[in-house]
């Protein structure tokens, strides 16, 4: 039946890493593959509360089909939240999504036609690449530094792409503790971003799961809170700071004929998001202290943060060229070996240590041929005393493949 | 903005019908327009006994990101319960979606590229061909006779779209108590349709939503479970035997190359569904009497349907030339007016007299030449005394409405 299979479909590739998470799974294994949040930030005796309410009292309502847009409620609610913050939607610029993958796959419906260039970080978050690819966008990576996207770069690429007569359409950026690297893009950058993707006339794709999550430092301006033409649309997920099994985000959009396509496009693909996910998140945010709550989980992952930094310090092998992401939030830090060491090569190794990693050529637009001797670790799921553990582990198996290598030079 | 909206979501037109829609949400207004289930078959104080201790004990689990192709708690629930069923499929053979409407989404993905045709009943499911339309695919429809799609007509219709030289790439049906109509696809006609999609090598889209809710005569064996092949893909949403709300559906795959493309598909579109609702829905399956339940859910659509036939018989002009199906099972019937009258004209009219219908036009593939006689009448969620109360209403509107007609007529 293969022969019925779309072009688009056809060119999602098997993805290399699923395979490698399953050799994760068993429990001895440290993993610090997963992106998953920990499942002690997830406010659950609450939630147990709210959703038996809920569905005793008001099924009729929250066991029903809801709005395309998302229910008033929760919409409310994410106003209210978010008042004091320098985000102040209005109730029709918001969009509710079966979590943040779906509010990608709608931008990628709503506005990318095949072989549409579409701009993001090198490396950048992996399941973005898919949709993306899906849909038969052409994706150009460029080049991180330590505040971000290489802009310079970027504006060359925009002109090489514009030269090539190639449609230019997006930028796609996380800024806050990217995923994969933990790198934040700068206040000054976030200007020039938002300023090069007006004169190119690009629209920005700003995907923002981590922006709560920051620990250390001060937090930054959204580029969708700068932008005063509708050009910026902002991912806003709730499965990192209430709980990534309730499938839920919402995504801003102030540009009303935009707006008006992306709920068409909601309604052909999944009608509406659950109202019961949505009212229970709804009154969590609206009855329980939403500060408070973010507190406790920011304080969670600064702990594990601060234990993986301390255990990279202590066991790698910084004399041969290891380095790595201090980030101030989220989940992830990236780690960078010599050039002539392989992740992927390394990783039947370091699984046989009992330790796990992302590959870092996952992540890559390329499709694999940078950032092979990167890699990505999470700090979430694991206690202080696994990441502890863990590192150690990684750590013997790079000082094992760097001696290898070094001994395989030595012998040519 | 509106210069960024890709070709794919620019076809995707404002629907009349939901502009319509809004009209009929006043209180006093009897509707018989949207195709809710109805709130009282919802299992709530169970489902709500289920989620608090799901919450509470699983929810390092259940508030976590799951598999794309979904829970295999949930699956193998599904598995047992369909097991003395004709539906035998495997764990691989499952795939869980966000909902029906997502499982087509994901289908019109994987296989339908921008030209391909799609063969589907004329009048359909409305949101179905968004879908198709959404990913810019050529709907044919084919007129339904008593007994369901005119196969004569599709024959020919597959050996002219061939003779034009497209890219013939599926039927969709919905073979029971099918929406708008209420017709069932007869035994004969599933085979013959199975024999025709196998000659023109064709994919089957079975979409089976009331399939469980047949409240009269004999149940009939599903297309997929005759197909040896693989070439059909059934849809089966918990949306009306548990609960819209949950967002739930199964889609039954037997090709494995379709399913892998179909899960790498799912996990691009929203990673997962929420396992919360997965696992509340298989404790449901699993810990309740399902047989019990539906058979209380039959009984509900039976009541209502006989209120609404009774109410069709006492009230309408059946000398002027109005008729009606006779569902079996399912949410909805159908009502055939003069040729002169046209429903979107007379709509005003009717909610004037506060009773409420969907056009019929909205059904049709065509986009609205179709069908302007015709309107689709939901049972599902009003009252007997509301739904005769309502036909009431709705026979004034249309015997008016004929006695205009024809002043019009003699006028000429």
Known sequence: MKRHISKRAAGVKRSTIRELLKLTEKPEIISFAGGLPAPETFPHNELAEIAADELRGHYKNVLQYGLAEGSRTLRRAVIDWLQPHELAPTLDQLLVTTASQQGLDLIAKAFLD?????FCEAPTYLAAL?????????????????????????????????????????????????????????LEKRKRLLKIAQQADLLIFEDNPYGQLRFEGESIASIYSMDTEGRVIMLFTFSKVLAAGMRLAVLFANDAD??????????????????????????????????????????????????MLAALEKYMPV??????????????????LPERIDTEEMFPRAIDKEVAYVIGSAFYPDGGRQGRNEMRLSFSLNTPEEIEEGIRRLSEVVREEIAAKRVGLAAV
């Open 130 to 186: 898919q949709t993306f690819t899906l849909f038969q966008a052409e994706k150009i990576g460029i080049p991180l530094d330590d505040d971000g996207m290489n802009l310079d770069i970027l504006e060359e690429e925009i002109a090489a792409a514009k030269r090539a007569g190639k449609t230019t359409k997006a930028i796609y950026v996380i800024p806050d503790f990217q995923n994969p690297t933990g790198i934040t893009l700068s």
């Open 258 to 307: 935009l707006m008006e396509i992306l709920v068409r496009v909601k309604q052909a693909s999944d009608l509406c998001t659950s109202k019961l996910t949505q009212h229970i998140a709804a009154r969590y945010i609206t009855e329980y202290k939403m500060e408070e709550h973010l507190e406790q989980i920011r304080e969670c992952y600064h702990i594990k943060r601060n234990a």
């Open 319 to 336: 004399e041969d060229g290891v380095s790595w992401t201090r980030p101030d939030g989220g989940l992830f830090l990236w780690v960078r």
């Open 114 to 118: 095949p072989g549409d260039v579409i």
